[in-house]
């Protein structure tokens, strides 16, 4: 193991020589090259780079979406590309909340049915996952929109069904894909504030990727990448600025 | 498409179905009911003479010009029973069916066709052949003719004796027989006579298959129904992968949340089959309201829905279905969830 330094216990994600190319022969293109690195439960890890850098390949790999072409990945202890696809479906289903950029809200379902989503897929009842899904859309502050679509919320309004969405089945990890993308700055802080304050806890790690260096000051620790490489692991709370 | 040609079929067999007679004689040439091709007397005896013969009698079945009395002329068909027992007589709702033997007498069948004859009623002249005919009943039928033609029932007598014929004027022999298990017997030896003698349901397969395939009616509607399947197929295809690249990115977004594979494919199946058995109840609720609408603005439009089009049109949608949503559940099992991470 490569962090032979780190208190093992809360270790959420393990990255061991983490290498993804796309392509063959000339065309061969590293995204990801020997990316190695541990997030800890508690804690709220930014990996952040240019565009292009292996920064959502990493994040996909790492959320069992991407399988890499070499190296492991051990959440919670467990090397999730040694399952079948049907498992690593499950474990992002019970482990893993998503926020994705563009939110991907379902927009003929309301708020409170998107956000039951999670827990309809673990075959929860209809009407359980929506009582569910209304104590998140509290925790969120939007117990008032709950049976509005989507499209009737603001940017920012979106955002947070998307982390209800994320949290409601009580994942351990947490991944944000740019989640201040389509934010004005005043929100997107709120929006990270509210997910630093609220929903990180020492039970769950959060990883976020972005390139916004005006929530910078939110991370515990920044993973910092370059051509598919990690260039630099710096400590957080402190903008870029 | 189906509909109307069940209707065109139940229409071609319609003197068969109001007849009624459980067997029937013809010469093997026969393959429409309107086109019979007269057999010689002694046919009739011969076939009284076969064992398991309970009872048989002749038919005429032909057609004449009648002059009304408002000075039009009508083509009308004209069925001639035998004379002693009127058998396959219409149930008559004016009249008393004893009146068929007064002089003149003719029966009218009250169907669509009626109006043609200037609306008879019970005592109505007209003229057939430099002939009187006097209506001294009106009748129902279950079905009227294809052709559009009214109907007048008459004795075999009176028939051949109003309507110029050939030599031979026995169209059909109605044969009752003893019991069913006599009818393969009975057919055997119409055969060594040379005939033919079918059952009632042999009768209208025969005449069914000979609009199908004799006539063009079957290849053009056989034709215009797989257009019509090809045109439902690729416009419902079209929208449902349309419906499914627009929400492609739904369906990445709930594989990377943790739907698997084949939940996703129940999901599309679900839609495709709630569309498809909506749109198929759509389709049949509102072609028998026109059909509805159609038979009661024209007479004799020819139509007519039985579990046979429904089952086939089922069978269509839901292949049009599992087609549709065979290229919809392709592309999205393709679909990876880091695309949508990608953007």
């Keep these: 193991m490569i962090f032979s330094g780190v208190d093992m216990a809360d270790v959420a994600v393990q990255a061991d020589h983490l290498e993804k190319w796309f392509g063959a022969g000339r065309i061969k293109t590293y995204a990801v090259r020997d990316v190695s690195f541990a997030a800890h439960l508690g804690e709220m890890l930014y990996i952040v780079g240019p565009s292009g850098s292996g920064k959502t390949t990493l994040l996909s790999i790492i959320s069992g979406i991407l399988k890499p072409d070499s190296g492991a990945v051990l959440v919670e202890g467990k ?24 939110y991907h809200l379902f927009p003929r379902l309301t708020t409170a049915e998107n956000v039951a989503i999670p827990l309809l897929l673990k075959k929860q009842g209809w009407k359980e996952s929506i009582d569910e ?54 929100t997107g802080r709120k929006i990270i504030d509210f997910v630093k304050q609220h929903i990180l806890d020492e039970k769950r790690c959060i990883i976020i990727v972005t390139h916004d260096s005006r929530i910078f000051e939110y991370s515990d620790r920044i993973l910092k990448m370059e051509d598919g490489r990690i260039v630099d692991i710096g400590k957080g709370g402190i903008s870029e600025e | 498409m189906t509909s109307i040609f069940a209707g065109i079929l139940k229409k071609a067999s319609a003197t068969v179905i109001n007849i009624g007679a459980k067997v029937w004689v013809m010469d093997p040439g026969v393959n429409n009911i309107l086109n019979s091709i007269a057999m010689p007397d002694y046919i009739l005896d011969a076939v009284r003479s076969i064992e398991g013969v309970k009872y048989a009698v002749p038919l005429y079945s032909g057609g004449a010009l009648v002059k009304l009395r408002s000075g039009m002329y009508q083509p009308v068909t004209v069925m001639g029973l035998d004379d002693t027992s009127l058998y396959g007589h219409p149930k008559l709702i004016q009249g008393n069916i004893d009146d068929i033997y007064a002089e003149n007498a003719f029966i009218v069948v009250h169907d669509e066709e009626f109006p043609k004859l200037d609306n008879p009623t019970l005592g109505t002249t007209f003229e057939l052949n430099d002939h009187r005919g006097v209506i001294v009943g009106i009748a129902k039928v279950t079905s009227s003719g294809l052709f559009g033609t009214p109907t007048l029932y008459t004795t075999y007598r009176r028939a051949i004796q109003y309507i110029p014929s050939t030599r031979f004027t026995i169209d059909y022999i109605l044969v009752e027989p003893k019991s069913v298990e006599d009818i393969a017997h009975i057919q055997e030896e119409v055969q060594k006579l040379g005939y033919l003698a079918l059952t009632k349901k042999e009768f209208m397969t025969r005449i069914a298959n000979y609009y199908k395939f ?28 349309t419906f499914i690249l627009e929400n492609i990115e739904k369906f990445g977004a709930l594989k990377a949340i943790g739907a698997k594979s084949h939940e996703l494919v ?10 498809g058995l909506t749109g198929y109840g759509l389709g049949v609720g509102l072609c028998s309201l026109l059909m509805a609408i159609a038979k009661q603005r024209i007479p004799d439009y020819a139509s007519q829905i039985t579990y046979y089009n429904l089952g086939l049109a089922f069978v269509m949608v839901m292949v049009i279905t599992g087609i549709s949503s065979y290229i919809g559940i392709r592309k999205v099992i393709k679909v990876e969830p880091f695309d949508i991470f990608r953007g």
């Design chain 1, 79 to 102: 090397d999730i590309w040694g399952m079948s696809p049907g498992q690593i479906a499950d474990f992002r289903l019970n482990t893993v909340g998503f926020v994705f950029q563009d």
């Design chain 2, 214 to 241: 004799k006539t063009g009616i079957g290849a053009n509607i056989l034709m215009m129904t797989a257009i019509s399947f090809l045109v439902g197929l690729s416009i419902s295809g079209q929208t449902f992968y």
């Design chain 2, 266 to 275: 129940h999901m599309i199946l679900f839609q495709s089959m709630l569309t």
């Design chain 1, 133 to 186: 899904a209304m104590k998140y859309l509290d925790a969120v502050g939007l117990t008032d929109r709950a049976q509005l679509p989507p499209v009737k919320l603001s940017g920012g309004e979106q955002q947070r069904v998307a982390i209800a969405r994320a949290i409601v089945g009580r994942p351990d990890l947490l991944i944000l894909d740019e989640p201040t993308a389509s934010l004005d700055g005043d």
